[in-house]
């Protein structure tokens, strides 16, 4: 009747959390993204796209001084996800093998050249912590520690960071924490944690009973 009832509250537990992803992946509201600026950069902001270098795109790194080809010893570190334009993904890291490109909006409001970003997160994708805006000979790089939320639009005022160049070429989006369980995955853990909590009650009553033997 225990493990029945522990099963019931795992399978609950996991469906809530299903739930809760399925939330999170719908559209909501705007943000503004230029909070998050930490700076400007000059030249590429992904150096090693393409065959140069030994990782190609999937060795790109971003960090609190930049973005190059190594995390250094920022604990801030991280690796490129995707990088994407107006007529949508041009180029995908094979360190996220559930990313597809699908999960990006970009679109340019040309009347204020203000830039709008969203990220709909998908099961087992990346949580993202930096984001990095190509024009011209530069780039502005943006973070967030917590990471970019699913669902949100984020609006960067392109005026601020590229005066003499309206629109831009394209973003880059980078991730460090790894990818974000599924919640089948969850719901596997959580009954490992129940079988556990059984095994450790059955034992104390198992000891108990030997102590009362003796």
């Not at 087992?124 to 699913?150: M, W």
């Amino acid at each position: 009747m225990f493990m029945r009832r522990v099963l019931m509250i795992s399978l609950v537990t996991a469906a809530s959390i299903a739930a809760m992803t399925s939330t999170a992946a719908q559209a909501g509201p705007t943000l503004d993204g230029d909070s998050f600026a930490i700076g400007s950069f000059e030249g590429q902001d992904c150096p090693i796209t393409g065959p140069n270098g030994s990782n190609g795109f999937s060795g790109c790194w971003a960090t609190q001084t930049g973005v190059g080809t190594s995390a250094g010893d920022d604990p801030t570190a991280s690796q490129s996800v995707a990088q994407i334009g107006l007529t949508g993904t041009t180029d995908i890291s094979t360190n996220y093998p559930t990313i597809d490109g699908s999960e990006f909006t970009l679109t340019l409001d040309t009347s204020s050249n203000t830039l709008l970003f969203t990220y709909l997160m998908g099961a087992g994708d990346p949580v993202l912590h930096y984001i990095s805006i190509k024009q011209a000979d530069g780039y502005e790089l943006f973070y967030d520690s917590a990471g970019f939320a699913s669902g949100m639009t984020y609006s960067f005022a392109l005026n601020n960071y590229f005066p003499d160049n309206p629109g831009v070429s394209h973003i880059t989006v980078y991730d460090s924490t790894g990818a974000v369980p599924e919640p089948a995955t969850w719901g596997l853990m959580l009954l490992g944690f129940a079988g556990v909590g059984v095994a450790m009650r059955r034992k104390r009553k198992h000891n108990g009973a030997l102590m009362q033997i003796a």
